[in-house]
């Protein structure tokens, strides 16, 4: 059997699922930051390189996971449409973040070197 290994295997990467789906991961905390930066669905797609329909699903899909929406949308118009994080996107989004760093900092020294 052939070992796989990724340029970053030494890296843990941190999923957090709710039933099957994954409710928040490496790229999704990042399309979170995005959107908070850029204020748009489809500019943090730009951004990320993604199709709008991918990273509208993946909004939805952690807007479905958690108790209230991580992120808000208003639909485009005359006067523009835009996104923003929520207070639980925000809260969500620093306690991942803090979540990775701990186990970075826990595992990392552990894990073998590719």
């Given at each position: 059997?052939?070992?796989?290994?990724?340029?970053?295997?030494?890296?843990?990467?941190?999923?957090?699922?709710?039933?099957?789906?994954?409710?928040?991961?490496?790229?999704?905390?990042?399309?979170?930051?995005?959107?908070?930066?850029?204020?748009?669905?489809?500019?943090?797609?730009?951004?990320?390189?993604?199709?709008?329909?991918?990273?509208?699903?993946?909004?939805?899909?952690?807007?479905?996971?958690f108790?209230?929406?991580?992120?808000?949308?208003?639909?485009?118009?005359?006067?523009?449409?835009?996104?923003?994080?929520?207070?639980?996107?925000?809260k969500?989004?620093?306690?991942?973040?803090?979540?990775?760093?701990?186990?970075?900092?826990?595992?990392?020294?552990?894990?073998?070197?590719s």
């Amino acid at each position: 059997m052939k070992k796989q290994t990724s340029p970053r295997s030494s890296t843990p990467r941190v999923r957090i699922l709710a039933g099957s789906a994954i409710a928040i991961g490496p790229g999704k905390a990042d399309l979170l930051e995005a959107i908070a930066e850029t204020g748009s669905i489809s500019a943090a797609a730009r951004r990320m390189r993604m199709s709008y329909r991918r990273a509208w699903l993946l909004v939805r899909t952690m807007n479905d996971c958690f108790s209230s929406p991580l992120v808000e949308a208003e639909k485009g118009g005359a006067a523009g449409g835009g996104a923003r994080l929520t207070p639980t996107g925000r809260k969500v989004l620093a306690k991942y973040r803090e979540t990775v760093r701990l186990v970075t900092e826990q595992f990392e020294p552990l894990l073998r070197r590719s």
